[in-house]
């Protein structure tokens, strides 16, 4: 609109008769304050038609008009703005003012990016503020993790050496342990008889025969629980029971254990010349399986079970056929520790010297008590026991063994010959 036109408008507006005296004066605005008097007279106008119109149509209507009233104060903040303009007049002033409201959108809109950048900036800070308390959390948490690793294992060794006593083996040692069965190994290695040229040897190729057998390849990868007798019968020209032949395997096998980058779970045990009965052989081999994973003491409910039955093996008045049931059921609380996840071993070589001729003669109690260690076991427990067949003709006691689950028991015979010219 241009300047002649505007001034034409106001003319044709003052003189009139279709506009009201309030309609004239909001033409003529052009200041923060003339805009503050006009609103102020038009609210008390309203207020006076509010209280006679505060229900109905009347009622929804003022909800509507309310919301004018927040234009006053937005204009008492831009007054200052606003009475700049005064100096330009009319009626120019509208024009001006929206300039302004507008100049102050673009000021606005950049402070809300200021905003925006700012909270951007404070988010990231927060961010990384959190990484940082996260990684110091996680070094904490993992600290009192080692804290407490290291409190249960030295709860669990306190666990063992209860075991330990109860077994009566204070005095045992795994390294003498360890130097007793090398020792054991040597002398068979030694054996000019045994190691002669003219038989077959269970190292080399022999080894590797026997091994590739079905009896020993049944037993070395059965799913389940197994027990492998292995009755070795020297060549008749050997004099004497000293060595056995198949005893190398029984070494081979704890050999390769060691060798292993993550050995299993095993125990080992020979017995000597002299002869060892029960109770000087199975606590042994109980004793090594917990020390390998002490952490199986864990489990308080098995725990209490297998302490139950310690107390009973002490007992001093306690007979010998209850002795024995106590010492059973010892052996079978220990493999009950084990799950079915785990594959464990047992190497026993010249189970045919459990025995004492002043005490008593253990040797089908020894196998009885493997026996029932397999029946009874859940994790994968593989039991090698080597006897020396002509000493101790097991093939003939097989049936007081107490064998129930036959797939878990095999019974190899294997009689040394000479070599083929």
Known sequence: ?????????????????????????????????????????ANKAKESFDRGHEKGCGLWGRHYQDSAA??????????????????????????????????????????????????????????????????????????????IAELQKGHDYDRLNEVQR?????????????????????????????????????????LDTFR???????????????????SGHNDISIDGPYQCWVSPLAAATVEDFGQRENPPIYAYYALTQN????????????????????????????????????????????????RVSAMEKTAIRVVEFFTESETIYIVVDRADRCRDIKKADHRKTLLRCLVQMVEAARCKLRILVVIDGRSWRVENYRDDLGVKIEERFIMCTAEQRLKEQ
């Not at 909001?26 to 805009?35: C, K, M, P, Q």
């Not at 003012?97 to 951007?120: N, S, W």
């Open 70 to 147: 927040l234009i006053l104060p937005f204009m008492n903040d831009f007054s200052p703005i606003i009475q700049v303009v005064k100096d330009f007049g009319a009626p120019y002033g509208g024009i001006a003012v929206g300039a302004i409201f507008a100049h102050k959108g673009d000021e606005v809109q950049e402070h809300i990016v200021q905003i925006r950048r700012l909270c951007e900036e404070l988010l990231n800070k927060n961010v990384d503020s959190i990484k940082r308390l996260n990684l110091q959390l996680k070094e904490d948490n993992a600290e009192l993790q080692s804290k």
């Open 166 to 206: 109860s077994l009566d083996l204070n005095d045992f040692s795994e390294e003498q342990h360890y130097e007793d069965w090398n020792k054991h190994c040597q002398a068979v290695r030694i054996d000019d008889d045994l190691n002669s040229e003219l038989l077959q040897q269970m190292r080399g190729p022999g």
């Open 275 to 322: 002869g060892k009965i029960l109770y000087d052989v199975l606590p042994v081999i109980l004793l090594q399986l917990l020390r390998t994973k002490a952490s199986v003491l864990r489990d308080e409910q098995r725990y209490a079970e297998l302490r139950t039955q310690l107390g009973k093996l002490q007992q001093v008045s306690i007979g010998e056929n209850d």
């Open 1 to 41: 609109m241009s300047e002649i036109e505007q001034v034409q408008f106001r003319e044709w507006v003052e003189t009139s008769k279709g506009f009201s005296e309030d309609e004239r004066k909001a033409l003529n605005i052009d200041s923060a304050d003339t805009f503050n008097e006009f609103w102020t007279d």
């Open 212 to 230: 590739a057998c079905d009896d020993y390849q049944t037993w070395s990868s059965s799913k389940q629980p197994c027990l492998l007798v292995l």
